[in-house]
């Protein structure tokens, strides 16, 4: 009897090889060597069972270890590679097998009834929001096209007074099975009814008004409930508003994207609104109480005298309602930006250059009183 070849060298990998290696060198080499795909090939037949056999040993951990360490005597007593003496365990190859037979006849396995109820197709919509919509909330309306059941036919698909007949290829179940000789047994696959599309029935008069579908297009108006605080780019699921399902399965869903609409002056980050509020030299220099606008409505606000520009403070709890928690809300912070006047009269220039004159000469004590006379002076001139 001929020596029996290296089981690593059979399948083209080196002694260390991982798992993958082994597993990927051995698909490749019966997908090549297949009886199935050479038939009347001795030679080729002859190369799967070695390269099968090869791997049924060093995909094993403990065979591969008994025969890394006493090489093809390790099962000289039948107990080892049974690929050839006790058998296969499918269990432990099945994978692989599935692997290469479901290339040679199109999958195999498992597979849902392809007229088994089935969740319908979702839609996406858009919707603009005004900037207060977003973050009070409000109902909307959107109009959706969707599938509805055809009350001509009452979704059957048949032209009234015929029915839907039993699809004498597969005879209802919407599946064929093919079985194909391998030399590993038969090997079962299931298709999809060519003949039917996988519904189990042929509709031979078509309701003319849905064409044999069972279903029209219909334009739809919804009312939408917008959530306080949703923030731009967000989506709302409307759950059973989508297209029908197959088989009485059940609707699927609308997904509705939020877009809101940029402020004239108000800038929403998360929670936070941010707002930039111009205000005098006169205001800045001597102080003021200032009329802020919020989205809740003008507020007061006393600011200090000596305030610089781009100081920023913090109106607490007149932001923006946070989504699935409306109670908390966020701040809103405003930034004071110092205008600078255009366009002087007279006398605003007048006033501006005894304040340089004074700024530059006086530094004492009656000098400060001097100031503060002046910025009354120009307090009403500036604003």
Request: net charge neutral; glycine share 12%.
């Amino acid at each position: 009897m001929a020596e029996k070849k290296d089981y690593y060298e059979t399948l083209g990998v080196a002694k260390g090889a991982s798992e993958a290696d082994i597993k990927k060198a051995y698909r490749k080499l019966a997908k090549q060597h297949h009886p199935d795909t050479n038939p009347d090939d001795d030679v080729s037949e002859h190369k799967f069972k070695e390269a099968t056999e090869a791997y049924e040993v060093l995909s094993d951990d403990n065979k591969r270890a008994k025969y890394d360490q006493f090489g093809h005597a390790a099962f000289d007593n039948g107990a080892g590679a049974g690929g050839f003496r006790g058998g296969f365990d499918f269990g432990d190859m099945g994978d692989v097998f599935g692997d290469i037979f479901g290339d040679f006849f199109g999958g195999g396995g498992r597979r849902q009834s392809s007229n088994a109820p089935t969740k319908g197709a979702n839609l996406r919509a858009n919707i603009k929001l005004a900037f207060e919509e977003a973050i009070f909330g409000i109902e909307k309306e959107i109009q959706v096209t969707t599938s509805d059941p055809c009350d001509t036919c009452h979704s059957t698909g048949a032209k009234p007074g015929t029915s839907p007949e039993q699809c004498p290829t597969c005879r209802g179940a919407g599946q064929v099975r093919y079985n194909q000789q391998t030399l590993f047994g038969t090997v079962s696959s299931v298709k999809t009814c060519n003949h039917c599309q996988g519904s189990g029935k042929i509709i031979k008069d078509k309701c003319t008004d849905c064409q044999g579908s069972g279903y029209v297009r219909r334009n739809k108006k919804i009312s939408v409930s917008i959530p306080e605080g949703i923030d731009n780019g967000q989506s709302i699921r409307l759950k059973g508003k989508g297209e029908p399902g197959k088989n009485g399965g059940p609707r699927g869903d609308i997904l509705l994207t939020i877009y809101i609409e940029p402020h004239s002056h108000f800038e929403r980050q998360d929670i936070d609104i941010h707002y930039t509020m111009p205000i005098s030299f006169a205001q800045a220099a001597l102080g003021d109480e200032l009329e802020v606008p919020t989205i809740d409505g003008n507020v007061k606000y006393e600011m200090k005298a000596g305030t610089q520009t781009n100081t920023r403070f913090r109106l607490k709890g007149k932001g923006v309602p946070k989504l699935g928690n409306p109670k908390v809300r966020g701040d809103q912070y405003i930034t004071v930006v110092i205008e600078v006047p255009r366009n002087l009269s007279d006398k605003q220039t007048e006033l501006l250059k005894e304040f340089a004159a004074i700024s530059k000469t006086i530094s004492d004590e009656n000098g400060g009183d001097k100031k503060k006379k002046w910025y009354d002076k120009v307090k009403d001139v500036f604003e």
